[in-house]
């Protein structure tokens, strides 16, 4: 995934993110390089869903902190939490 974020020029008007090691999950996915990319590649009107896994206060601060990326007015943020008791869906909407 980081992979082909980094390199494609395409554009996208969904992008899921849905990564998981058991409940371990790539520290990229959360590095700002990486978020300011998926914004470039997310289309206008387009949607990130994001699978997330919260397990402790630290997950839920590491959360807090990824949408932070995504504060300004061309956004539209919203969350699904407790799914499945420990998933946390982030949906992210460019404006």
Known sequence: AQNFV??????FDLILIDIFQDNFMPSFLFEPEFV???KTILS???TIL????VLNTIDVQRNVAYLKLFSDNEYKISKISKLE???????ITKQ
């Open 6 to 11: 980094s390199k494609t020029t395409e554009n």
């Open 36 to 38: 300011q990319k998926i």
């Open 44 to 46: 206008k009107k387009g």
């Open 50 to 53: 994001f699978n997330t896994m």
């Open 85 to 91: 008791k420990y998933n946390e869906v982030l949906i």
